[in-house]
């Protein structure tokens, strides 16, 4: 008779014990990088802007003006190669940072210039998806 309410007690504790609702919406973020990585390297704005929030802001840095710099560059540089580091991604509720590693190469005019640091990410769920709100 033990055996059996030990067995019905230790399965309550794993149910109730799941995935908590932070460990079901990294995935979901890491998507949002994952799609952000591949924009960069391909060099597709249209791809690029589509995580990237229209509210987004940055030390008074807002959409367009993101959006004019990222045009800029991608027609500047000849190559771009982006790599970023396993993310460290804290949740709470609709909001979420995202902390990497990254290394990035691009050319310029034939030259390689390599920049390697760590980005803080914030992003916000929108009702399309987990959008980057700022830190690019």
């Given at each position: 008779m033990f055996g059996r309410w030990f067995g019905i007690l230790v399965a309550a504790l794993l149910l109730a014990s799941g995935c908590s609702e932070s460990d079901r919406e990294r995935p979901?973020?890491?998507r949002t990088l994952s799609t952000r990585a591949d924009a960069l390297n391909s060099?597709?704005?249209t791809h690029y802007l589509s995580v990237v929030s229209l509210q987004y802001n940055d030390k008074g840095k807002g959409f367009t003006p993101l959006k004019e710099n990222l045009e800029k560059n991608f027609r500047d540089f000849e190559q771009i190669s982006y790599e970023a580091g396993t993310p460290s991604i804290t949740v709470d509720g609709n909001n979420a940072e995202s902390v990497a590693s990254y290394r990035m190469?691009?050319?310029?005019?034939g030259k390689e210039m390599t920049l390697n640091g760590t980005e803080h990410l914030r992003l916000a769920k929108e009702?399309?998806?987990w959008k980057i709100i700022a830190g690019i």
């Open positions: 979901e973020i890491r060099r597709d704005i190469k691009v050319q310029v005019r009702p399309e998806g």
